[in-house]
């Protein structure tokens, strides 16, 4: 390719170009473990509605940006934003120092721990799962918890799974004697079904935020954001709409915190 011909391609080329990388820009591709109620869920649509859903509209807003929510397990998220095949995850995502060192968290904006949960007429404590089956989330901060607790409470086994739903089927079908995971989405799942019961929470001090590559730019900018939602009292209204009570002054849902880093 030469001349006057080549130029007028070439230019036609970056024009192109430069169209699809705004176009990319203009859509924040966020990654979400789907099904983890009351944080991100599917509703009687299809549609994907929860607390981080309407966390992620309100800070794409800000950015200017679209959203676009891809279903990845949640072991999947940690990969995911470090390849950048996504900008951002949420799924009640703990930060932790280990974390850290490989991605970066925008401030926290809800504070947790984790808690047991089994049949109403199973176990009551983590007392008595002695020789009993537990069941996780790979490689969620309860996995990590009833691994490094295996000694102490002895469990029989630890079952992993890929998300709260499959967990409850095998717990209500007593194919595992009790679930550790994060005390809200317990809390929010058990409230209308009898026959489970949060029997124990497991105080262990977690934060949730969203999660980026480290050092991303954008975990930055979204940190600033939350700044402002928790300011105008954005973040605090979810709250109301998820949980039905407003969250405690004293938490990080409505306190303006530092962006986290390695201690």
């Not at 009551?124 to 691994?147: C, F, N, P, R």
Request: proline residues 4%; aromatic residues 8%; glycine residues 8%.
């Amino acid at each position: 390719m030469s001349g006057k011909f080549g130029k007028i391609a070439a230019m036609a080329f970056v024009a192109v170009t430069a169209l699809g990388t705004s176009a990319w820009a203009e859509t924040l591709t966020v990654g979400a473990n789907i099904g983890n109620v009351p944080w991100e869920f599917q509703d009687e649509t299809g549609k994907n509605v929860g607390f981080e859903v309407d966390l992620v509209d309100a800070v794409a807003a800000k950015l200017g940006r679209d959203v676009e929510i891809v279903n990845i397990p949640f072991n999947g998220l940690f990969s995911a934003v470090q390849s950048g095949r996504i900008d951002a995850a949420i799924s009640s995502i703990t930060i932790t120092d280990e974390r850290l060192k490989s991605v970066s968290f925008a401030q926290p904006y809800y504070d947790s721990d984790q808690s047991l949960t089994a049949l109403a007429s199973g176990p009551q404590s983590l007392d008595e799962m002695k020789g009993k089956i537990v069941g996780v989330d790979t490689g969620s901060t309860g996995d990590m918890w009833a691994t490094e607790h295996n000694a102490e409470y002895g469990f029989s086994e630890i079952k992993r799974y890929e998300g709260l739903a499959p967990a409850m089927l095998d717990l209500t079908a007593g194919r595992i004697d009790g679930y550790i995971s994060d005390i809200p989405a317990l809390l929010y799942y058990v409230k209308d079904k009898p026959q489970l019961k949060v029997v124990q929470r497991i105080a262990t001090g977690e934060k949730y935020s969203m999660m980026f590559a480290k050092d991303a730019p954008l975990a930055s900018e979204v940190n600033d954001i939350i700044t402002e939602l928790k300011k105008d009292g954005t973040i605090a209204k979810l709250h109301e709409k998820w949980f039905g009570v407003a969250p405690e002054a004293d938490t990080s849902t409505v306190t303006v915190m530092d962006m986290p880093s390695l201690k």
